[in-house]
């Protein structure tokens, strides 16, 4: 079975250009994750949706980012216009309700020129 | 509302063993073990939840105290393979909910 499926793997972009990053959550996993990491805060919690619905976007830094979920296998989390500072790894992940175990793509590389 | 990990980071010999340990300031449902070597993504380890468990993954257990809201990672024989970043995540409240991460701790094993 695939895994989490992430676009791009790199993204190289200069400051206020919009950013999409894409996501495709295993089949039958009903918890879908978009985290950051970079070196100073490590991995961040932005949002989190089940079964398609936004739970919890408090992680989400600024208005300047959203994410949407039109259905069960594909996610994206936009940001719009980009800053420097949003450079880091964007990871989005999976899971089944109630294992507990979180699937991760590999990541999307996002550098904010 | 991050937990903490201590230590930072850890150098160890092949065979040697280490502990990583994850505290919070809040009450836990359960704590959640990651490792994630350098470029990757972060994998799973295991899972404990409130009760006092401890668990075992080949030759790395862990135990879960939630009266100290703390959990410890034991990593025995080490391998090389093991190097790594181990990340803890905390769950705290019933049923289904956020997971937050600690910083990390960045492991290195060497022959």
């Known amino acids: 079975d695939a895994g989490v499926i992430q676009s791009p793997r790199h993204e190289v972009t200069e400051m206020g250009q919009e950013v999409t990053l894409r996501c495709k959550p295993i089949s039958g996993h009903d918890y879908l994750f978009w985290y950051r990491q970079t070196m100073m805060r490590g991995l961040e919690l932005l949002i989190y949706f089940n079964n398609n619905v936004p739970i919890d976007d408090s992680g989400m830094p600024e208005d300047r980012f959203s994410a949407k979920m039109p259905n069960a296998s594909f996610s994206t989390l936009k940001i719009q216009p980009s800053e420097p500072r949003d450079s880091a790894v964007y990871f989005c992940a999976s899971d089944r309700t109630n294992t507990g175990e979180l699937f991760f793509g590999e990541g999307s590389r996002l550098t904010v020129l | 509302q991050q937990p903490v990990q201590s230590p930072q980071a850890v150098i160890l010999r092949e065979g040697e063993d280490a502990v990583i340990n994850c505290s919070s300031s809040k009450a836990l449902y359960s704590v959640h073990w990651y490792r994630q070597k350098h470029g990757e993504a972060p994998v799973f380890l295991m899972i404990l939840l409130k009760g006092g468990e401890q668990k075992g993954h080949d030759k790395i257990s862990a135990s879960f105290n939630e009266k100290k809201q703390q959990s410890s990672l034991y990593l025995t024989a080490s391998q090389l393979s093991y190097s790594g970043t181990y990340f803890c995540?905390?769950?705290?409240?019933?049923?289904?909910?956020?997971?937050?991460f600690g910083a990390g701790t960045r492991l290195a094993v060497h022959p």
């Open positions: 995540g905390t769950e705290s409240s019933g049923g289904y909910n956020k997971l937050i």
